[in-house]
C-alpha cells in the first residue's frame, strides 16, 4: 500500500482524522479487528466476531478488505494481505462473481440483522453485491495492481454477463445497465437482481474513470495518475473542461501498471510523477501526451508529481 504524502495514498488517505483519538481508534483495529488473514467485519453484542476463519458462516467480508486499504487506516503489509485472501476466498472469476462475503448466512441462531431474512447466496446474503466488489477494484488500484483491478472491472462489466445465449438465459435481466446484486448459489446463480442501479453504477464509473484510468478532478484541478493493466498498449480519452477540450493519449510501451514516466501538454514536456493539471477554460484544444513507464526518485526515494498550467 502506498505510504501516507504519496500521491496515490492520498487518493483515499483520510490521515487528518483528529489526533489521538484517531491512533487510538487505529490502534483498536489492529488489535480487535485483525483475524490472522484478513479483517473481521464486525461484532455480535456479547463480543463474538464476524467475519472470522473460526466462524462457519461470513467468514470473511470484502468490505472490510477494500476499505483498510482505501481508508488508508490498516497497517500496510496487513492490508495488501487482507487483500490477497479478499481474491482468495470472495472472487470467482469461472462464475464471474465477486461475493461480499462467504459462506452466506442460514443456519446460525444469532442474529445479523435484515441480511438473514434473504435466502443464502442472495443479495447481501452472500450475493455479489456491486458496491462491494467495485471497491475491490478500487483497492487493488490504489495497491498499484492494474491488472487485477482492469480483470474485475470486466468480470463486473454487465455486458460480460450476456456474451452468449446460454450467458442472458442464466442473468436474465438488463446487461447494459448496472446490477445492485447478482444471485450466487443454485437455483439462481448468476441470475441478476435489482438493475437500474445508480448507486453501484456511479461507484463502476469512479472505479473505471478515477481509479483506473486515474482521471480525477478536483477544484479545476485534474490529478492523472493512471493504474491500469500491464497489457493495455495505450489509451485515450477527451475531456471536456468549460469550453476547453483536453486531448489526453497515454502510451505504455514497458507494459507497467503504474507511473507516468514523461508526457508533454501542448508541446510542453515534463518529468515523471503523478500529474496536476490545472484546467483552463479558454475555448482552446489541449493535447496531454503521457508515457508510462519507470519514474524518477528523488534523492529521498519519494517519486515527486508534477504540476502543470494549461
Not at 466476531?49 to 478488505?65: N, W, Y
Not at 508515457?291 to 504540476?307: F, I, N, P, W
Amino acid at each position: 500500500m502506498p505510504a501516507c504524502g504519496t500521491s496515490a495514498h492520498a487518493r483515499y488517505c483520510r490521515c487528518d482524522r483528529p489526533g489521538a483519538g484517531g491512533e487510538r481508534a487505529q490502534a483498536a483495529l489492529e488489535r480487535e479487528a485483525w483475524d490472522g488473514d484478513w479483517y473481521r467485519r464486525a461484532f455480535y453484542d456479547d463480543g463474538t466476531p464476524l467475519g472470522s476463519a473460526a466462524g462457519t458462516e461470513c467468514r470473511i467480508d470484502s468490505i472490510a478488505q477494500s476499505w483498510a486499504v482505501l481508508s488508508g487506516a490498516a497497517d500496510p503489509v496487513r492490508a495488501e494481505h487482507a487483500m490477497a485472501s479478499a481474491e482468495r476466498e470472495l472472487i470467482r472469476p469461472a462464475e464471474g462473481l465477486a461475493l461480499l462475503f462467504t459462506p452466506p448466512f442460514d443456519q446460525t441462531t444469532r442474529d445479523p440483522g435484515y441480511i438473514k431474512a434473504y435466502p443464502p447466496g442472495v443479495r447481501e446474503n452472500g450475493g455479489q453485491y456491486t458496491h462491494a466488489g467495485l471497491w475491490l477494484i478500487m483497492a487493488f488500484a490504489a495497491l498499484g495492481k492494474g491488472s487485477k483491478a482492469g480483470r474485475l472491472f470486466a468480470m463486473m462489466n454487465p455486458i460480460n454477463h450476456a456474451r452468449t445465449r446460454s450467458d442472458v438465459h442464466r442473468y436474465k435481466v438488463e446487461p447494459y445497465v448496472v446490477a445492485a446484486d447478482i444471485s450466487a448459489t443454485p437455483p439462481h446463480a448468476g441470475r441478476g437482481g435489482w438493475t437500474w442501479y445508480t448507486g453501484s453504477s456511479g461507484w463502476m464509473q469512479r472505479a473505471g474513470i478515477e481509479s483506473i484510468l486515474g482521471l480525477r478532478l478536483q477544484s479545476g484541478t485534474l490529478l492523472f495518475d493512471p493504474c491500469i493493466p500491464a497489457d493495455w498498449p495505450r489509451f485515450e480519452v477527451t475531456l471536456r473542461h468549460g469550453s476547453a477540450r483536453y486531448e489526453i493519449r497515454v502510451e505504455n510501451p514497458e507494459g507497467v501498471e503504474r507511473g507516468i514516466a514523461e508526457g508533454s501538454l501542448d508541446g510542453e514536456s515534463f518529468a515523471g510523477g503523478p500529474l496536476r493539471l490545472q484546467l483552463a477554460n479558454d475555448g482552446a484544444n489541449h493535447l496531454l501526451l503521457v508515457r508510462l513507464g519507470r519514474q524518477k526518485h528523488s534523492a529521498a526515494g519519494a517519486v515527486s508529481s508534477t504540476e502543470m498550467n494549461a
